[in-house]
């Protein structure tokens, strides 16, 4: 990101562009393919300060849960894994002020029901561009992390071989300047 591209960043908070926005993940089963789905619903907090600072933070409603398979994604869903009724979402809060650059990280802390556990997203920059539909400027991103399930105590009965402990997490988010 350019000097001048960021400091076109407007002060304020940056609502989620949802139709354009997805949080996915990758699992590997018995070791010898992979599990690719994602979360339906999902909301975001990207609030940029006079500085040019971003404060972030988001919610991940798990039984959103989609991996296109009505039968495991209700096993998932259940008390086996996700257990949704005690662990309905997870949260990520940036654990400082995010400055924006062409490739960065930001570090937080992800909150599964009791469990919270530090994570660093590697985010790279999409840009801003106006979206001709609505005139709108927009900006994007795309971060990637890995979590271990075990360490939130999901599936903790399920051995490794049989699903894999890391998940792999890729967020593609597009955000809308504020008006």
């Known amino acids: 990101m350019t000097t001048s591209e960021q400091s076109t960043l407007k002060t304020g908070s940056w609502p989620l562009d949802t139709a354009h926005s997805a949080v996915n993940f990758t699992v590997r089963h018995l070791g010898i393919s992979k599990v690719r789905g994602r ?28 991996t296109g398979n009505a039968d495991r994604d209700a096993h998932v869903r259940s008390a086996d ?11 990520f809060t940036a654990t400082e002020p995010v400055r924006i650059a062409e490739d960065f990280q930001v570090t937080g802390h992800v909150t599964i029901g009791d469990q919270t556990h530090p994570v660093t997203l590697d985010v790279e ?11 709108d400027r927009h900006i994007g991103f795309t971060a990637t992390s890995t979590l271990k399930r075990t360490d939130f105590g999901i599936g903790t009965a399920i051995p490794a071989a049989m699903l894999s402990d890391k998940i792999a997490i890729e967020l593609d988010i597009q955000l809308i300047e504020p008006k």
């Open 39 to 66: 979360f339906n619903r999902f909301e975001t907090t990207f609030v940029v300060d006079e500085s040019g600072a971003a404060t972030v933070s988001a919610t991940v409603h798990l039984d959103s849960f989609d």
């Open 81 to 91: 894994l996700l257990h949704v009724e005690q662990r309905p979402t997870l949260t």
């Open 125 to 135: 920059w999409g840009g801003i561009q106006e979206f001709p539909a609505t005139g």
